[in-house]
C-alpha cells in the first residue's frame, strides 16, 4: 500500500499529489537594521541546514505575496516552498489557567491580614 506524500499548506490539486513534494521552509519577516528592507529569513534550509535570505519585493508590494516556491541558494536544482511558521495553540494556555484556578481553590487563605 503506497501513502499519498504531504502537501504544502493549501495544495488540493490531485496532479501536485503525484509529484514530488516540495519541501516546506519556515520563515520569518524581518527588517534590516537602520534600512526599510524586508527580507524573509529561512533560519533552518531543508537542504543544507544553514540560514538563507529572499526577498520581499518592492515597498508598495505585500510581502507575503512572495511565499511561494524559490530556488534554495545552497543548490543547483533544489527549490523549496516559503511559508510562515503554524500558529501556536490556545489549548496549552486553556490548561494552564485551568489548572492555576484549581490550585488557587485548595490553598487555604491567609487570615494574618492587619487590616
Known amino acids: 500500500m503506497t501513502s499519498i506524500p504531504a502537501l504544502p499548506y493549501g495544495v488540493t490539486n490531485k496532479k501536485a499529489r503525484r509529484a514530488s513534494p516540495t519541501p516546506l521552509a519556515f520563515a520569518r519577516l524581518a527588517a534590516f537594521p537602520g534600512t526599510r528592507v524586508l527580507a524573509w529569513v529561512v533560519d533552518e534550509c531543508p537542504y543544507c541546514g544553514a540560514r538563507h535570505f529572499h526577498s520581499t519585493g518592492g515597498a508598495k508590494e505585500d ?37 492555576e484556578r484549581r490550585q488557587a481553590k485548595s490553598t487555604p487563605l491567609d487570615d494574618d491580614d492587619d487590616w
Do not use: F, I, S, T
Request: hydrophobic share 25%; aromatic share 2%.
Open 63 to 99: 510581502p507575503k505575496d512572495r511565499l511561494v516556491e524559490v530556488k534554495a541558494p545552497c543548490q543547483e536544482a533544489g527549490e523549496y516552498v516559503l511559508a510562515e511558521p503554524p500558529k501556536q495553540r490556545k489549548g496549552n494556555r486553556q490548561a494552564k489557567r485551568k489548572q
